[in-house]
């Protein structure tokens, strides 16, 4: 299998990209090719000890920034690095495209260059949501597309429920509809013509999740348009980073908060760590011709690992292939509507 | 100004709710009518101390439940608290109705009973939403309305701002539209047309807003439509409580993390006090032709004394007179488009 990177994506590249691509070649056989300035790219892997057959540099002129509007930069910076990844990806140099640069863009991207799936009518962005204290879960859509067709989130349920069951091993992951309340009958038209669809469907639907139960895990996948994903994630963002710039500053308030803090200094770390799920892998793009996945702007050498890892499976699992034969069980559930 | 209780409404009825309603009375002049079972009522009201001609009691011989259909309750559940309450508000009976019970119910109540304010096409639930460490910020639709047009959202936006500067004290509170990305150009199409009567509206505006950034009171009036607005409530309650629930079992492990949990104390009961925001009273229902107040369905005493004591300023500031005229200003944004 080979592993196309995109060396330029994100806020720490290359050089937290190029070190998670050194540690994830020395964890597995399959090799990795770096996409972007040659000569940043090479200055920065001199600096590790890696396999030289193992890990090669394909050089990329451009960079697609965070500024980029997508479609634009897709269309034009043709010699961007993740341009041309993608464009490796389709004509069979690569098996796995792995960026963390413009979200929208890398969307972009797998639409135009690689295509739909034929009968997935919108490909989703689906995103790693974080259980303290338990395994994660999958919000699909992350934000990709934020007005939605019933159709598309019996898509989103479908897929998600492969890449859970292939990629992070899940027998049979339970899948759950955001809704404002548990009923069948409540949320907007479409949420409810969606509830139909998906309890018509072989997925393990477990009906409406509120969304005061997503941080406990109730579902494995999140189903949801774009709009409301998208709140979703950030809004956990914004109130874990709240909560705890919250307990950082009590914690700092006086010396007797200080000593017990000093007590609890691994009890903290232990709980930060709950909020790392890069050991998850990124955010597929799901329902394009090919696999694509996101990492986080932020990514840092092991985030870029563990995504790498995470991947193999992604390929080996023929998830892609998968979501494409599932398509005729979703077209048999609109027929009999 | 006489103040309509529901008794019987939510967890701790009618206990918490009598007891509030005596701390209430004892820090103003008002006049309290508590509306409910008698007998249960007068028994609850016999374990305070107040004065008899300050508070007094209405009888109601039906409750409403939260297992009740709303609609159907309000018409059919005649001799409810709920619905005596509200129709001792459009008989001249009382000023202000609050009550802690089914939320949907109140809000058909609401709209059958006292009726939309002329020009105003959607009522709202407008909730508080606790910002840590700093003042809270305002949530208009909070849950009553999962679809919306975007004059619905402009709507929200002008009977929020009008609360925050009567109720709360805000002057020329800032309105921020929850989207998905800061730009103009982002978002579904009724939230981009809502962003331009947003615009045209003599709001502060300060445009779209991630949800990232509404725990950390970037808009003061957050707008969006009440399926977006239930999902931001209940995560995160959901999330607040996933992680003290965190917090809790780390802080509890062993020896030392107990210790230090025991020095940190006093700071884990403030950071608890921080999402406690009955200060700022309880959830309006605006646009309505008179002034209903939910409150939290698990209200203590301290709370239900809270919402009495803000409902005042409500009242006083005659927000619902405001509004009213408010409509001639959002009628001349829809002619100019």
Known sequence: MKIILDGMGGDNAPFEIVKGATLAASE??????IVGDENKINAELAKHKYDKGQITVRHAADIITNDDAPVRAVRTKTESSMVIGINMIKNGEGDLFISAGNSGALMAGGLFILGRI?????????SIYPILGDKASLLVDAGANAECKPVNLLEFGTMGSIYMEKVLDR???????????A?????????????ELLEKSDLNFIGNVEAR???KGRAEVIVCDGFVGNVILKLTEGLAW???KLLKSKFTDGAKAKIGALLLSDKL???????????????????VKGAIVKMHGSSNAKSVKNTILKGIPYVENNVVQIIQNSVVEIEEILISE
Chains 1, 2 share one sequence.
Do not use: C, W
Request: glycine share 10%; proline share 6%; aromatic share 8%.
């Open 118 to 126: 034929q009968g997935i009518d919108r490909p989703a962005m689906a």
């Open 213 to 215: 139960d997503i941080p």
């Open 171 to 181: 027998k049979s992951p339970t899948v759950g509809l955001v809704n404002i309340g």
């Open 183 to 195: 009923e069948e009958t409540k949320g907007t038209t479409v949420v409810k013509a969606a509830f």
């Open 269 to 287: 770390v232990e709980i930060k760590n709950e909020f790392d799920y890069s050991e998850y892998g990124g955010a597929p793009i799901l329902g």
């Open 242 to 244: 709240n909560i705890f």
């Open 28 to 33: 597995m056989k399959h090799k990795i090719i």
